[in-house]
T-cell receptor
Framework: GQNIDQPTEMTATEGAIVQINCTYQ??????LFWYQQHAGEAPTFLSY??LDGLEEKGRFSSFLSRSKGYSYLLLKELQMKDSASYLC??????????WGAGTKLIIKP | GAVVSQHPSWVICKSGTSVKIECRSL??????MFWYRQFPKQSLMLMAT?????????EQGVEKDKFLINHASLTLSTLTVTSAHPEDSSFYIC?????????????FGPGTRLTVT
């Protein structure tokens, strides 16, 4: 079966760095997405990785290792507004998005 | 660019009635749209894939006669929840794929919160 695993909840301090991990097992791979979702709102796109390595975009970076079926989202200089759920999703061989359950990130002052 | 809108943003209806939710791509043409449902503290669950001009493809376990999807134009897909029951109360989100983007990135609408009383 297809499976995406990510921690249910994480807590971090304002100004610090946090890494949210995602491991996956899917039938085929056409890229991995990270989305941010604030409570009661729709997800917003953060990043897309299809090749191994680190993609940096401002305070957010995303890493992919296809051989390990592993990705992480790195958030630097955390701000209170970063409190949200972070969803990992993998596009399988049929170009369908397989979603993780999301990681709720709590930022404390 | 790549803005997706949904209407209404929230709706309350009585059990047994039908509710229609609209999903529009505002600045691009979307040949493919997706309908998701999300229960509290859970991830997105794909309900169906909506293709312009053809029948929707429903995920396993989703009743096609209960959740009617129509994708009559390149900018509009509708989801009708027929004979709604309280267990249909959920957050319904549509998304659209931008056809000329190689990343197959999906843009999401703001969601519709349905409450069935």
């Amino acid at each position: 079966g297809q499976n995406i695993d990510q921690p249910t909840e994480m807590t971090a301090t304002e100004g610090a760095i946090v890494q949210i991990n995602c491991t996956y097992q899917t039938s085929g791979f056409n890229g991995l997405f990270w989305y941010q979702q604030h409570a009661g709102e729709a997800p917003t796109f953060l990043s897309y990785n299809v090749l191994d390595g680190l993609e940096e975009k401002g305070r957010f970076s995303s890493f992919l290792s296809r051989s390990k079926g592993y990705s992480y989202l790195l958030l630097k200089e955390l701000q209170m507004k970063d409190s949200a759920s972070y969803l990992c999703a993998v596009m399988d061989s049929n170009y369908q998005l397989i979603w993780g359950a999301g990681t709720k990130l709590i930022i404390k002052p | 660019g790549a803005v997706v809108s949904q209407h209404p943003s929230w709706v309350i209806c009585k059990s047994g009635t039908s509710v229609k939710i609209e999903c529009r791509s505002l600045d691009f043409q979307a040949t493919t749209m997706f309908w998701y449902r999300q229960f509290p503290k859970q991830s997105l669950m794909l309900m169906a894939t909506s293709n312009e001009g053809s029948k929707a493809t429903y995920e396993q376990g989703v009743e096609k006669d209960k959740f009617l999807i129509n994708h009559a134009s390149l900018t509009l897909s509708t989801l009708t929840v027929t004979s709604a029951h309280p267990e249909d109360s959920s957050f319904y989100i549509c998304s659209a794929r931008v056809p000329d983007r190689t990343a197959y990135e999906q843009y999401f609408g703001p969601g519709t919160r349905l409450t069935v009383t």
